[in-house]
Structure formats: structure tokens, C-alpha cells
């Protein structure tokens, strides 16, 4: 229970991606009356991808956290909602369909479904990877348009989508992606206090290497 003489704070959660051991040790180092924000892409890439989804929501049910959709997810939902030759393919494409099979993939397809785009605080806005500038609208995919032509309108916005070696900032855009399923880290920041706190990710060579992963997933 928060005490009454503390204010809460949020800690926005970088790309967890099937890294259930990191998740579990990174919110241990959290405070325990302090909201979490996983910020999308909870699921695919990581060896443990039911046991992450299971944790994550176990703490979405608590009242401790807000699960963001991320691109992964939206993909999922989107291919199990197709029943043509195309979403077949896309499943097999699938890290977490793998690990999971389709009867346990279509218990998750509401939930993650209803997963909301954005959570935000006096100040600042979480959400997967950005808007677009066009029309502001949220983008779940987005990376170097955003980060051109972001304005301040939304306040600072923190976002995953893109990994990088560590938590960094670009004007009032927060990426906290740190690579947690390329030998990098799980990390978390606190838009109240700039603080961040990280753990390791999957060890080195179990995804191949962090840079080899970081140059495939640059625009």
C-alpha cells in the first residue's frame, strides 16, 4: 500500500519480449507502490514468451500495471483475425504463436485486442513507438518521422520500438528500449524523477549479437 506521505510514480518499462526472468527481476527492483507501464512488445522474440504474457498480466489484474499495445501485439491480433492464406503464413511467422499454439493464442487475441495505445501523467505520455506527424494519430511502427517532427505537444513522450545500449533522449522523446532480448538490458524510467533502474536481458549469443540486432532494427 502506498504510504500517504509518498507520491506515486510511474516507471515506463522498455520492450520486454519474452524476457519473463528479466521482467520479474526488474520489477523486484521497483518500488512496490509505484505504477508500471509496459510499454508493448511484451511478446515475441524471448525463449519464455508465455510465462512474460503471464506475468504481465498478472500485474495488469493487481492494479500495478498498464500493458501498452505495441506493434508485435497489434500484428498478432491482426493475423488472428484473418482467415485467408496470408494470416497463416504471418502465424508461422510468429514467435509467440510458436510457443504458445493457436487454442492458447486465441485465449489472449481479446486481451491483447484491448490493449490501450497510450497512459500518461501532468507532463508526460507513454506509448509504443510514437504519432504520426500528419495527424498526430497514434503509430505503432513509427520511428525517424516522429522523432523529426515531434513538437512537445504531447508533453515528453516515452517510447520502446527501437533498441539501443541504453535509456536516451531526443528533445522531449524518451526512448527507454534497451535491447533486453540481444544480451541487453531490461530497463525501466521514472517520468516524475529521470531516474532509471535496469537489469540484464537474455545473455550474449542467445539472440545473436546486440549490434547485429540494434543495425536491423534502424530505419
Given at each position: 500500500?502506498?504510504?500517504?506521505?509518498?507520491?506515486?510514480?510511474?516507471?515506463?518499462?522498455?520492450?520486454?519480449?519474452?524476457?519473463?526472468?528479466?521482467?520479474?527481476?526488474?520489477?523486484?527492483?521497483?518500488?512496490?507502490?509505484?505504477?508500471?507501464?509496459?510499454?508493448?512488445?511484451?511478446?515475441?522474440?524471448?525463449?519464455?514468451?508465455?510465462?512474460?504474457?503471464?506475468?504481465?498480466?498478472?500485474?495488469?489484474?493487481?492494479?500495478?500495471?498498464?500493458?501498452?499495445?505495441?506493434?508485435h501485439?497489434?500484428?498478432?491480433?491482426?493475423a488472428?483475425?484473418?482467415?485467408d492464406?496470408?494470416?497463416?503464413?504471418?502465424?508461422?511467422?510468429?514467435?509467440?504463436?510458436?510457443?504458445?499454439?493457436?487454442?492458447?493464442?486465441?485465449?489472449?487475441?481479446?486481451?491483447?485486442?484491448?490493449?490501450?495505445?497510450?497512459?500518461?501523467?501532468?507532463?508526460?505520455?507513454?506509448?509504443?513507438?510514437?504519432?504520426?506527424?500528419?495527424?498526430?494519430?497514434?503509430?505503432?511502427?513509427?520511428?525517424?518521422?516522429?522523432?523529426?517532427?515531434?513538437?512537445?505537444?504531447?508533453?515528453?513522450?516515452?517510447?520502446?520500438?527501437?533498441?539501443?545500449?541504453?535509456?536516451?533522449?531526443?528533445?522531449?522523446?524518451?526512448?527507454?528500449?534497451?535491447?533486453?532480448?540481444?544480451?541487453?538490458?531490461?530497463?525501466?524510467?521514472?517520468p516524475?524523477?529521470?531516474?532509471?533502474?535496469?537489469?540484464?536481458?537474455?545473455?550474449?549469443?542467445?539472440f545473436?549479437?546486440?549490434?547485429?540486432?540494434?543495425?536491423?532494427?534502424?530505419?
Amino acid at each position: 500500500m502506498t504510504s500517504p506521505s509518498r507520491t506515486c510514480h510511474h516507471w515506463v518499462i522498455g520492450d520486454v519480449h519474452g524476457c519473463a526472468d528479466s521482467l520479474e527481476r526488474l520489477v523486484a527492483r521497483l518500488p512496490s507502490g509505484d505504477r508500471l507501464v509496459l510499454c508493448g512488445d511484451v511478446i515475441n522474440r524471448g525463449p519464455q514468451i508465455r510465462r512474460t504474457m503471464e506475468l504481465a498480466w498478472g500485474l495488469v489484474e493487481s492494479g500495478r500495471a498498464v500493458w501498452l499495445k505495441g506493434n508485435h501485439e497489434a500484428d498478432l491480433v491482426a493475423a488472428l483475425n484473418q482467415g485467408d492464406w496470408f494470416a497463416h503464413r504471418a502465424l508461422a511467422g510468429s514467435d509467440t504463436y510458436r510457443q504458445l499454439g493457436d487454442r492458447h493464442c486465441r485465449i489472449w487475441q481479446e486481451r491483447l485486442a484491448q490493449l490501450p495505445c497510450t497512459y500518461g501523467g501532468p507532463g508526460w505520455l507513454a506509448t509504443h513507438a510514437g504519432f504520426d506527424p500528419a495527424t498526430w494519430q497514434v503509430d505503432l511502427s513509427i520511428r525517424m518521422a516522429f522523432w523529426q517532427a515531434y513538437d512537445g505537444r504531447f508533453g515528453e513522450v516515452v517510447i520502446g520500438h527501437t533498441p539501443g545500449p541504453y535509456v536516451r533522449r531526443l528533445g522531449q522523446i524518451v526512448m527507454v528500449d534497451t535491447g533486453a532480448c540481444y544480451g541487453g538490458e531490461l530497463s525501466a524510467y521514472c517520468p516524475e524523477t529521470g531516474a532509471v533502474r535496469s537489469v540484464p536481458g537474455l545473455q550474449q549469443g542467445q539472440f545473436g549479437s546486440f549490434s547485429q540486432q540494434l543495425q536491423s532494427c534502424l530505419p
